[in-house]
């Protein structure tokens, strides 16, 4: 009983602890382990892209590329707030409706006590409270209630063709004004509404041009040559 009895626990003991492979593997070739770590044998073939013979490539002009710099920009001093940098601006507009105009530039008889006999500007007459858009992008370096004979006016800064342009829009009316010194506007933003403040016989924009020079110069006449919309 005791021989059978410790026959049976040897059993058990190599059932549990010998893999059942090991046992019964019956053929004597040798063979990998099954616990071995797999060999990858993952091949990678390269990709290839074929191009049919009637596809020609067209090689690039380099003769057709033509790189221009950038415009510099002009740099002017605002009062209180110090220097500026004016970006070229290629769009020009009406500043308001062109189609009734009471005073041209130049020589003329004084409309009024106190007026001159030449005129510096412009005068439109769109409406009493007509919106004033600036006629290009730039700066404002003047906006004011206490303009003495313009009234209410803006003055703005611009650099178009690379020239230095102010332009004045006078006799505004009060509490109209929509801007203030230092601020960049763009082409067509309002900046106030016709009014007749200052000297002024009538509601109108008067409308004041000039370079760098600041010699007033006929800005009907500009206008007509450089609006593009």
Excluded: K
């Excluded at 009014?195 to 009907?220: C, I, K, N, W």
């Amino acid at each position: 009983m005791s021989i059978g009895a410790m026959s049976v626990v040897g059993g058990l003991l190599l059932a549990t602890s010998v893999p059942a492979l090991a046992v019964t593997a019956t053929d004597t070739e040798v063979r990998a382990s099954v616990y071995a770590p797999a060999e990858d044998t993952l091949s990678v073939r390269p990709q290839s892209l074929d191009v049919g013979s009637e596809v020609a490539l067209a090689p690039i002009d380099t003769e057709a590329w033509e790189v221009e710099a950038a415009p510099p920009p002009i740099e002017s001093s605002v009062a209180g707030v110090g220097s500026v940098s004016l970006i070229e601006t290629p769009r020009v507009v009406w500043p308001v409706d062109p189609s009734r105009i009471s005073g041209g530039f130049g020589g003329r008889d004084a409309p009024c006590a106190g007026c001159s006999t030449f005129h510096d500007g412009i005068d439109f007459t769109p409406g009493v409270g007509s919106p004033i858009v600036s006629l290009a992008d730039g700066v404002v370096i003047t906006a004011t209630e206490s303009g003495g004979g313009l009234g209410v006016y803006v003055e703005v800064q611009h650099n178009i063709g690379g020239q230095l342009i102010t332009s004045l829009y006078a006799h505004q009316q009060y509490g109209s004004l929509q801007v203030s010194v230092g601020q960049r506007v763009t082409a067509g933003q309002v900046i106030g509404a016709v009014g007749t403040t200052g000297q002024s016989t009538g509601p109108h924009l008067h409308l004041e041009m000039y370079g760098a020079d600041g010699v007033r110069f006929d800005g009907l006449a500009w206008l007509q040559s450089h609006v593009t919309g």
